[in-house]
């Protein structure tokens, strides 16, 4: 699978990947300031934004995508960054492919079994009437009852195309909604001996103490970082702070 590409800038190449329901215009102002200093390609995964449909989302399945993509643009090995669903993609693609992988950052997201606590919005998401002249307004409303966080309403609208009438989600749902045990999961093995970088979000509880022996169990050369203040979306919340981190470790050499 060829995934849909947003690309920017010139010099090493940098890999962003976003995370569930999301997608590669989510990087928007970040993707601009490294382009500075590297090529810059933001994905939309598959079931996301302007890439194709497809059933299964193991990981390591979705990672074949990125290599087959990153081969297809002529590009041999790059610097991944990923964030949530990203970031156990970005993992997985270093585990299954190290030799692509010049250097990985994974943002807020660990390589464990999560519980399904994100079901339900697939299911609102799913339930939601596509109605001619529905507005931004009341799909909100509508999915307000199963998504009561104000700001994750906002971020799931965003995948509606409100340019159709009636809209659309730029989301395969329904493979979503069958791959959720996989998403959850993380069975991806081996080991990457390369520069690997663990970003935390200080208020968020995705990555936790007790995760440290997994990431080096897998990534002997992780180094761990925690930007304080930051929840889960820590590169959008914090995105000083976060590139304050990311630039640094991408420049380094070796």
């Not at 060829?2 to 890999?15: F, Q, R």
């Not at 995370?19 to 590297?38: E, V």
Request: glycine share 10%; charged share 20%; hydrophobic share 45%.
């Amino acid at each position: 699978m060829i995934l849909n590409t947003v690309e920017m800038g010139d010099g090493p190449p940098l890999v962003l990947l976003h995370g569930l329901f999301g997608a590669a215009r989510n990087w928007g102002a970040l993707q601009k300031r490294l382009a500075t200093r590297h090529r810059v390609l933001a994905m939309d995964l598959r079931n996301h934004g302007d890439s194709p449909r497809a059933e299964g989302m193991s990981h390591t399945a979705t990672a074949r995508d990125l290599a087959e993509t990153l081969r297809h643009r002529g590009i041999p090995r790059a610097a991944v960054l990923g964030h949530s669903l990203g970031g156990k993609v970005a993992m997985a693609l270093a585990l299954g492919h190290g030799e692509m992988v010049s250097r990985l950052v994974v943002a807020d997201i660990a390589p464990v079994r999560y519980p399904p606590a994100l079901r339900g919005y697939v299911a609102a998401m799913r339930a939601l009437p596509l109605t001619e002249g529905l507005t931004r307004r009341e799909a909100d409303a509508a999915l307000e009852a199963a998504v009561p966080e104000a700001g994750i309403r906002a971020f799931l609208v965003q995948s509606l195309d409100f340019a159709q009438d009636p809209p659309r989600w730029k989301l395969g749902l329904p493979e979503i909604h069958a791959a959720m045990p996989e998403i959850e999961d993380f069975s991806a093995t081996g080991r990457y001996e390369g520069p690997t970088l663990v970003i935390a979000g200080g208020r968020s509880d995705y990555i936790r103490a007790e995760h440290h022996a997994g990431f080096r169990a897998l990534f002997p050369a992780a180094r761990f970082a925690t930007i304080e203040g930051a929840g889960h979306w820590v590169h959008a919340e914090k995105p000083n702070d976060f590139l304050a981190l990311v630039e640094p470790f991408l420049g380094e050499r070796g």
